[in-house]
């Protein structure tokens, strides 16, 4: 059975820093795209940070330079490290995977991502 469990999320002040940890089972995640997702109330679904089955990692330009995609395959584990956080990135975070390209453009078509978490909820107060 696949399963994605997101945990993590929580409410901070503009500037902390949070983790997210999806941990996965049911299917070999290494030969997939894995996808950071999130979802503001009234938004659209979108892709925030990506790692391949190679290991390159890429990110949405709102969140360059201030969050980190990583994997612990030991644990079948994939984080995102939230630092500098903005009321703007407060939102319902999803984990998904999916095999497709793993570019962020690629991940808009969501239903190339067949595998989804139940999402973790991130609050950042001004």
């Known amino acids: 059975q696949v399963q994605l469990v997101e945990s993590g999320g929580g409410s901070v002040q503009a500037g902390g820093s949070l983790r997210l940890s999806c941990v996965v089972s049911?299917?070999?995640?290494?030969?997939?795209?894995m996808g950071w997702f999130r979802q503001a109330p009234g938004k659209e679904r979108e892709g925030v940070a990506s790692?391949?089955?190679?290991?390159?990692?890429r990110y949405a330009d709102s969140v360059k330079g201030r969050f980190t995609i990583s994997k612990d395959n030991a644990k079948n584990t994939l984080y995102l490290e939230m630092n500098s956080l903005k009321p703007e990135d407060t939102a319902m975070y999803f984990c998904?995977?999916?095999?497709?390209?793993?570019?962020?453009?690629?991940?808009?078509?969501?239903?190339?991502?067949?595998?989804w978490g139940q999402g973790t909820q991130v609050t950042v107060s001004s």
């Open positions: 790692l391949d089955s190679d290991g390159n990692t």
């Open positions: 998904a995977a999916g095999r497709t390209f793993c570019t962020i453009a690629a991940m808009g078509a969501l239903r190339d991502f067949g595998y």
């Open positions: 049911g299917f070999t995640y290494s030969e997939y795209c």
